[in-house]
Structure formats: structure tokens, C-alpha cells
């Protein structure tokens, strides 16, 4: 059971480029999120999904477009990428929207931007 | 929006007990506590949730008293691989704070 895939697990992008990261659940949750981290921070929330043709913007969602594509996949776009998004990425999924619904992790996308 | 606060770092040796504790004095009534694991280079994990008294499962223990403003996470004869930062988080807006470092040490 594949659980919460994330792709790429690493990207180096110039500043000004953009980029899709894509997440996928096989758990058939109907909540999904994308956090970032910064070395030594906690997880920040950047956008969610609560469920499938929904979604709202969390703590940080300044530079960030996202997509639920279907009940399994959530996208997050980077529009035009600045230094100061290199961070690692982590994807998350929960049966329904709310902090007392335990989450998924995926293993992240380490993005670097020069 | 309940805050929580624990501490930075914490050290500890194999074979002893670790507790750490959170205060969340603003908790709301329908507010659960959900503590998580995150070690280097993964993302979190989901160990322990309780609402109120004790809560056990394989891996963790959460004690939390009747006034509910705290919680303390308890970890049974930690090993090195229980090296990883805790998580603390009791509000429906997923807020996920700097954690506890914890070390094990041999």
C-alpha cells in the first residue's frame, strides 16, 4: 500500500521557472494538504483541500496556485520560483478536514532554487 | 487558535522513559491532541491522539489531565531510533509548531 506519493523527490529550478509538484493518495481520503519546512522550522501550511473541488489557502499560500485533480491527486504550482521557496515540500492527506483527523505524510520534495 | 509550546530539545538514554509534555492552555472544548514523530529526511508521522485521561497504544502513551492544558507524550524505553522531533498540535487548523528534538543517546 503506496500510501501518499509525492514526484519529483528532488528538483533544481531557476529563479523564474516554474514547477508542478504532484501528489497522489490511495487511501481514499477526502482531505489533502501541502506544507513546506525550512531547515530547523516546523511544517507550514500552504494550501488544503477539504474535499475533492475544493480548496483554501493555509498560513504561507503567497506564490502558490494549487489543483485538486480528482479525489486522489492534489497538485501544487509554482508560477514563477524565487529563492526564497527552495524548501521541502510534503504532501498529506486525512479522512476528512480537521486537526483531530490524523494525517498522511508523504516523503517530501526537496526543491532548490537558485 | 490554540498555541502550544514545548520544549526545543530534549536528551535522553537508551532504555529510560522520555516524557514530553505540551501546554496548550487556550485548548478548545472540541479540540483533540495529536501528537506526531518526524524523523531526518521523511515526512511526519501520526503516533498518539487523545481527548482526555490516558491514552496507549503500541508505540506512545498520552496522559493528559482534567483541565485538559496540558498533555505530556510518553515514550516506553526509548532506543536510538526514537531520535526524531515530536509534534504537538491540539487545533482544527493543523498548526504545526517547531516540536521537541528529541536525542537518544547510547
Known amino acids: 500500500n503506496a500510501g501518499v506519493t509525492q514526484t519529483p523527490k528532488f528538483q533544481v529550478l531557476k529563479t523564474g521557472q516554474s514547477m508542478t509538484l504532484q501528489c497522489a493518495q490511495d487511501?481514499?481520503?477526502?482531505?489533502m494538504y501541502w506544507y513546506r519546512q525550512d531547515p530547523g522550522m516546523g511544517l507550514r501550511l500552504i494550501y488544503y483541500?477539504?474535499?475533492?473541488?475544493?480548496?483554501d489557502k493555509g498560513e504561507v499560500p503567497n506564490g502558490y496556485n494549487v489543483s485538486r485533480l480528482n479525489k486522489r491527486e492534489f497538485s501544487l504550482r509554482l508560477e514563477s520560483a524565487a529563492p526564497s521557496q527552495t524548501s521541502v515540500y510534503f504532501c498529506?492527506?486525512?479522512?476528512?478536514?480537521?486537526?483531530?483527523?490524523?494525517?498522511?505524510f508523504g516523503d517530501g520534495t526537496r526543491l532548490s532554487i537558485l | 487558535l490554540a498555541k502550544t509550546t514545548q520544549p526545543i530539545s530534549m536528551d535522553s538514554y537508551e532504555g529510560q522513559e522520555v516524557n514530553i509534555t505540551c501546554s496548550h492552555n487556550n485548548i478548545a472544548t472540541n479540540d483533540y491532541i495529536t501528537w506526531y514523530q518526524q524523523f531526518p529526511s521523511q515526512g511526519p508521522r501520526f503516533i498518539i491522539q487523545?481527548?482526555?485521561t490516558k491514552v496507549t497504544n503500541e508505540v506512545a502513551s498520552l496522559f493528559i489531565p482534567a483541565d485538559r492544558k496540558s498533555s505530556t507524550l510518553s515514550l516506553p524505553r526509548v532506543s536510538l531510533s526514537d531520535t526524531a522531533v515530536y509534534y504537538c498540535l491540539v487545533d482544527d487548523k493543523i498548526i504545526f509548531g517547531k516540536g521537541t528534538r528529541l536525542h537518544i543517546l547510547p
Open positions: 487511501m481514499n481520503h477526502n482531505s
Open positions: 498529506a492527506s486525512s479522512e476528512a478536514a480537521g486537526g483531530y483527523q490524523p494525517q498522511h
Open positions: 483541500s477539504a474535499s475533492e473541488g475544493t480548496t
Open positions: 487523545g481527548y482526555k
